[in-house]
């Protein structure tokens, strides 16, 4: 008797979660490697942004700072090189090279003090950052 | 009077403990990407480690056994063995990440790579466990561990639409990212359910001499001190939605963004309070996994145990931390990723929960452990139901986020 419980919640377990994993695969949408990209560098150049911010106002230590700036170029250059490897328009390419360069030279500003710079830096980001919305609107009216 | 004292200092020292480097990562990248939707999932993991730690307390006021020590004799070594490895593999996993959250608040502080800081951390968090007490480790570093209430003032301060805080208490569909979703929540139930908490409960009220008498201190602990320890994780993702996310950092995955938080609120003091809040809150709970291996080996295996006694007197037990904590530094001076490595590892513990949890429920019911005082249908409910979901939860999320959903 126990033994005819336990194989039938055995097989009661194993369609739940037969079925839950095909509900799961079911409900997700799987984007491009492309877009997840370009969310995790928009997030990187967004935080540089605020980094920046907090550096020039004394939030934040310098050592920090450029630490922080180093680690998202690193994310922003593994985008950029993404980017030229793949087939897209030059557009998404070029922006991509923006944002590298403004983190490179975010990262200069912070070890040489320069706020003027760094100041700079921000705008770049804040350009690329704006004609990225355009591109990926674009894409998406005109897919 | 005193009970009342001991009711108050228990509540501290659970709200002290309670976050550590996996609720903090999970509800930061949460609230950042999702903005409140999460919220559910905290209190779901809270309501569930409520009963969790309230029955732990209870089992050992009333049979005087520890977890591992009831589990072995109830059950028989052999059946005992896989919930001891399931348990030691997840907190080994935990015990490394926590070590990194450490390291990264040394980094933080200093700018010296967070590679460098785990070995040094392991010797100190090892100094303690051998020249400490356990009233030292569960009420002191607990007690520093409110700096974390930094996150429910930051949280206030910000002013949130309480009433979207409040819908966000019911769980709903996502919008976009669909698996990275339920992967945040199946991390979010993994962090706030973690097998150590309610373990280590256990195995200090027996080192602490609990009876009877203790139930009520129990109940008002469990229920206040991890209430309150959920509202903390909660402050860290609001504060995360309206300050990262709101600034277009959907995407955490560098831990150089999470000092971020604080500095809108408090300034330069936002990134001091942050750094000391993961330093002392990673500090606390590494020093509680590795006693609690200690505790998991050296009972189940029937050997002398407790953090009062010379290290002489419990070779095997002093032996069990000692290993542990140098082993699991190693990942992190190799330059593992703290942060993946705790996102990873909060997944696990909710998969792992079934294999943990459901033997303890066994022991919570059974009459000849504790008479009168087994477990009521409500809270038995409760823990199957939320256990179950974080399993299928991970079953379905893990493999998605692996091979590439979103």
Request: glycine share 8%; net charge negative; with cysteine.
């Amino acid at each position: 008797m126990s033994r005819r419980v336990v194989a039938l919640a055995h097989t009661v377990m194993c369609r739940l979660l037969a079925a839950a994993l095909l509900a799961g695969l079911a409900a997700c949408s799987f984007p491009s490697a492309e877009d997840e990209q370009t969310q995790t560098a928009t997030s990187a150049a967004n935080s540089a942004i605020m980094v920046i911010d907090n550096w020039t106002v004394g939030a934040v230590p310098s050592h920090y700072a450029k630490a922080a700036l180093r680690s998202l170029a690193e994310t922003l250059a593994d985008y950029d090189r993404h980017l030229q490897t793949t087939d897209v328009s030059d557009s998404p390419k070029q922006l991509a090279r923006q944002l590298t360069a403004a983190a490179e030279g975010a990262e200069d500003a912070v070890t040489t003090g320069n706020r003027a710079q760094a100041e700079q830096a921000r705008q770049d980001f804040r350009t690329a950052i704006a004609k990225f919305g355009v591109t990926g609107r674009a894409k998406a009216t005109n897919p | 009077m005193k009970k009342l004292l001991e009711i108050s200092l228990g509540v501290v020292t659970s709200v002290g403990g309670f976050l550590e480097v996996g609720s903090l990562a999970t509800a930061a990248q949460a609230g950042a990407l999702f903005d409140f939707q999460l919220i559910w999932a905290i209190l779901l993991g809270t309501i569930c480690i409520i009963f969790l730690v309230e029955m732990a307390g209870r089992f050992a006021a009333v049979s005087k056994h520890t977890i591992a020590d009831g589990l072995r004799e109830r059950f028989g070594f052999n059946a005992f063995l896989w919930p001891l490895v399931t348990t030691l593999l997840v907190n080994f996993l935990v015990l490394s990440a926590e070590i990194g959250g450490v390291s990264i608040a040394g980094e933080l502080a200093t700018g010296i790579g967070f590679q460098w800081w785990a070995l040094p951390v392991a010797l100190v968090a090892w100094l303690l466990l051998w020249k400490g007490t356990f009233g030292l480790i569960e009420k002191g570093v607990s007690l520093l561990g409110l700096v974390t209430l930094c996150f429910v003032v930051a949280a206030v301060i910000l002013r949130p639409d309480w009433t979207r805080v409040a819908v966000s208490s019911m769980p709903s569909l996502p919008h976009h990212d669909t698996a990275t979703y339920w992967f945040m929540a199946v991390s979010i139930l993994g962090a706030s359910v973690s097998p150590y908490l309610f373990m280590f409960y256990s195995a200090g009220a027996i080192e602490d001499k609990w009876d009877k008498s203790y139930l009520g201190i129990n109940r008002a602990i469990a229920g206040l001190g991890m209430s309150f320890g959920g509202t903390i994780s909660i402050g860290v993702l609001i504060v995360a939605a309206l300050v990262l996310g709101a600034n277009g950092i959907t995407q955490v995955d560098d831990y150089h963004q999470l000092p971020l938080m604080l500095t809108p609120v408090f300034g330069f003091w936002g990134f001091v309070l942050f750094v000391a809040s993961l330093g002392i809150a990673c500090f606390g709970a590494t020093v509680e996994i590795a006693l609690q291996q200690a505790y998991l080996v050296a009972q189940g295996f029937g050997w002398n145990w407790g953090e009062d006694l010379k290290p002489r007197d419990d070779p095997g037990f002093a032996m069990v931390y000692t290993v542990t904590i140098l082993a699991a530094a190693i990942p992190i001076a190799l330059g593992l990723d703290p942060l993946k490595l705790t996102i990873f590892s909060m997944a696990l513990t909710a998969a792992s929960l079934p294999l943990t949890v459901v033997p303890f429920l066994f022991l919570l019911n059974d009459e000849s452990y504790m008479g009168q005082n087994r477990n009521g249908v409500i809270s038995n409910a409760a823990v199957l139901l939320i256990i179950a979901l974080g399993f299928v939860l991970a079953v379905v999320a893990i493999p998605l986020q692996i091979f590439g959903g979103s």
